[in-house]
């Protein structure tokens, strides 16, 4: 494929087929996207109409080996370089045994029709032969591609030529000097040749992203198997292996970690540059690297399971997906090759009938440039190569996103609504404060995690947490009690000790007023505050809260910058949320809403004429990322919620969904621009290759400079593309 009209030949032709639903093809990656009732349709049919459009498919059911792909794609190049090459020597040799102001230096030989014939031919339908391919196929099915104007243009200068040397005394008979145009066929050809060659080194850059994702997986895993340890090819390794990782190897695929501990650096899949400790009971992921010390892990996934394969088949599936501008551009296209085959021929049957003599060469002569300046490959190029830069540009630092309309969608996002717990926050509650009214520090938190030992409550894997960190002593308990809703009670040393909320306090008669104070002011803060008693009175208050994550009130504050309404959700009471919120900055906050309430919340918004994007982590969040314009889910969050989300955050980095929205603002503002430019270019050219300069200025565009400023416009678009891998994010 090499333009748009290409695409659209390609989709029409599947979407024909009895039981396709839709069909997308993507000529960056040179992808199609086949969605069909297997009942009714198979490969052959599939294959079938890709090849009666004048194409040929290559069916993907089985995983690509991407070395056999690299070495595919380098043989083509070289090929591709090598007809480059031939066409455009033989051109030269013709050019200057035909030009007027170069023959008389060349040798009698080369001034020769006869052998400027034998010169031309295998240039003309060996090296161009992929036109008429593309073209025969095209026309039987009555449409027309960027391939039926080069094959239109070259033929009818190839055939005039033949016809010149022929029969010269016809020629000079109708007036007409007998001068053949083989060099505009066989330059033209090289050149149209030239221009692909350097679009597909090109482009092979928009792909880096997934080469270097592929690069990252790890060969081979030390496994245990029987007492031993043995080293496998990775693709042998199965859920439940225990495999044993040293310091400097890769993780090879994702686990949990079974013994010793160690730093490991992820910012592969997070971004983040800082290597994260990992001890007993801890996630690692396939493809980082271990940094300090040994440790033993257990699969949990592997193969095409992993989050480093599940981070390649998103990326793929976002670079083969199309964009709403890009269907705008297909639709022109579709109607562009039709239009220019009539400019042309107004063009031959404007200068035959009022040009100046010769009138049959002027004529052929700017009918070629027209039909050679219009071939729209800058236009099939300008959306699908930023797309595919931008999708992995944001792979690089851990923003995944699912498809081509997400990215375009995210630049119009005027309103991001976030969860509060696993999002703003870190989920996890943490100790923050604990206040000492008799005692000390140290004896109150060995007093509180003690009495907590025994209980269920997810506040108390806070507070033992904090004393192993602070190392208190954890003593026995004795006659434990849980108080549902209240709190626990036991005995430490034959002391009774009480640890709850206000109600334990008031049933077991210990009076807190004189503190009421302090309590009232840590839960204004949003924190949940447990109260410990020894012996019938008050010894300390300890709070407890879901601290805000580091990130989350520069990424707030990034937000507010770019003129975004921010808006908080959450289950929590009022006085909580507008604590958090304040940490924040967040103005806007809507408490107490029940997990079915929050995609009522973001329709809310939307009729109100909002662009939502919803950033949450739950299983509860999924209907409101759904229902969003854009859903954004954090990379720690559940599958259920990556899997309603248009793009994760791996590393669940608040400030990342600044950096997706900026990202979709550049890639859009590049692809706008890239579009500018290809329908400019046309627009401005086209007539220049009618002859609109020449009444004035006595100017006409030969077919070869038309060949040239075409292959400039492709590679022109790509680069510009390109330049998304330079965009800091």
């Known amino acids: 494929m090499h333009c748009a009209s290409c695409v659209i030949v390609i989709e029409q032709a599947l979407k024909k087929i009895p039981g396709v639903e839709s069909a997308t093809v993507n000529i960056a990656t040179e992808k199609g996207t086949v969605s069909f009732d297997p009942a009714v349709v198979t490969d052959e049919h599939i294959s079938s109409a890709v090849s009666g459009a004048g ?32 066409s455009l020597v033989i051109g030269v040799l013709i050019l200057w045994g035909s030009f007027p102001m170069l023959m008389d230096s060349a040798p009698e030989l080369l001034r020769n029709f006869w052998f400027q014939l034998l010169l031309a031919t295998p240039v003309q339908f060996w090296i161009g032969l992929v036109f008429y391919r593309a073209t025969i196929p095209a026309l039987k099915h009555r449409t027309a591609n960027m391939d039926t104007l080069v094959a239109i243009g070259t033929t009818i200068a190839y055939l005039y030529s033949v016809f010149v040397t022929i029969l010269p005394e016809t020629v000079k008979s109708a007036g007409i000097d007998p001068m053949p145009y083989f060099d505009v066929a066989t330059i033209v050809i090289g050149l149209i040749l030239l221009g692909r060659y350097f679009e597909a080194r090109a482009k092979a850059g928009t792909g880096e992203a997934i080469r270097k994702l592929m690069a990252l997986q790890a060969k081979t895993a030390r496994v245990l198997r029987d ?114 085959l009539m400019l042309a021929i107004f063009t031959f049957v404007l200068w035959y009938v009022f040009g100046p003599a010769p009138v049959l060469t002027f004529a052929l002569l700017n009918t070629i440039a027209v039909l050679i300046i219009a071939c729209p490959c800058a236009m099939g190029l300008a959306t699908p190569t930023a797309i595919m830069v931008g999708t992995g540009k944001g792979a690089e630092h851990g923003i995944l996103i699912k498809d081509a309309e997400s990215l375009e969608l995210a630049h119009k996002i005027d309103t991001v609504v976030f969860d509060k717990t696993g999002t703003l926050t870190k989920g996890t509650p943490e100790v923050t ?192 990322l759904a ?23 791996i590393n669940s980095d608040i400030r990342s969904v600044v950096s997706a929205i900026k990202l979709s603002k550049t890639t859009m503002r590049v692809i706008k621009q890239n579009l500018f430019w290809a329908f400019g270019y046309n627009a401005v050219l086209i007539p220049v290759a009618m002859g609109a300069l020449y009444p004035f200025t006595g100017t006409l565009f030969s077919p070869i400079l038309a060949s040239l400023a075409m292959a400039f416009s492709s590679v022109s678009v790509v680069m510009n593309s390109l330049r998304l891998k330079r965009m800091k994010i």
């Open 227 to 340: 007492g031993k340890e043995i080293d496998i090819p990775i693709e042998q390794v199965a859920v439940g292996d225990l495999i044993r990782v040293r310091p400097g190897e890769k993780v090879p695929v994702d686990g949990i970690v079974s013994d010793g501990s160690s730093s490991i650096d992820e910012s592969m899949v997070t971004g983040e540059s800082i290597p994260i400790e990992k001890t007993k009971g801890a996630t690692v992921v396939g493809a980082t690297m271990n940094k300090t010390g040994t440790f033993t892990f257990q699969a949990t996934k592997v193969g095409s399971d992993t989050m480093l394969a599940r981070v390649i088949k998103l990326v793929e599936e976002a670079q083969g997906s199309k964009a709403p501008i890009q269907r705008v551009a297909d639709l022109v296209s579709s109607y562009f090759v039709p239009i220019v």
């Open 433 to 624: 404060d604990i206040v000492v009214i008799s005692g000390d520090r140290l004896s109150a938190l060995s007093l509180s995690a003690s009495i907590e030992k025994g209980s269920e409550h997810p506040l108390a894997e806070a507070i033992l947490k904090l004393a192993e960190t602070e190392k208190a002593e954890v003593r026995e308990v004795k006659d434990f009690k849980a108080i549902s809703g209240k709190g626990v009670s036991g005995f430490i040393n034959e002391e009774k000790v009480w640890f709850g909320n206000r109600k334990l306090m008031t049933e077991a008669n210990i009076a807190i007023a004189a503190n009421e104070e302090n309590i009232v002011k840590l839960e204004k803060e949003g924190k949940t505050v447990m109260m410990l008693a020894k012996n019938g009175k008050l010894e300390a208050l300890v709070a407890v809260s879901d601290t805000v994550k580091e990130t989350a009130k520069e990424g707030v504050a990034s937000l507010r910058a770019l003129g975004i309404n921010v808006v908080m959700i959450t289950g929590d009471n009022t006085r909580t949320a507008q604590a958090i919120g304040e940490k924040l900055g967040i103005d806007n906050i809507l408490a107490e809403v029940m997990p079915e309430g929050k995609e009522i919340e973001v329709r809310k918004l939307q009729a109100e004429g909002k662009q939502v994007a919803m950033v949450g982590d739950g299983i509860n969040d999924a209907p409101a």
């Open 627 to 649: 229902a969003a314009d854009v859903g954004i889910a954090m990379g720690t969050g559940t599958d259920v919620a990556m899997e309603a989300a248009d793009i994760t955050l």
């Open 55 to 86: 194409y040929l498919a290559v069916l993907n059911s089985k995983e690509e080996n991407e070395d056999e792909k690299k070495a595919a794609k380098s043989k083509e190049l070289k090929i591709l370089r090598n007809k480059v090459y031939f």
